[in-house]
Structure formats: structure tokens, C-alpha cells
């Protein structure tokens, strides 16, 4: 979520595992909106 490194990249190290179809699951994530981190939550 704060894009320290990719899902790819956790998945090579081992620390994701991934059961099933996994382009199924890079589609859904394909899917996200990207916001920008700083973003207004109140507007004056």
C-alpha cells in the first residue's frame, strides 16, 4: 500500500504466496485507484 516495493517483489523473496490463478489476482490489483499520497481530506 505505500509502495516500498511491488507484489512481485515480495512474491520472488518468498514472503508472498500466491494459491490459485495469480493473473486473476494482477488483474483485481490492476483495478486500485492511484491516489497521490498527499491529498486534501478536508477542503476549505
Known sequence: MLKEETF??????GEVKITGNGKKLN???GYRDKLEFWFN????
Request: neutral net charge; charged residues 30%.
Open 41 to 44: 481530506i478536508v477542503t476549505p
Open 8 to 13: 512481485k517483489q515480495a512474491q520472488d523473496r
Open 27 to 29: 488483474e483485481l490489483l
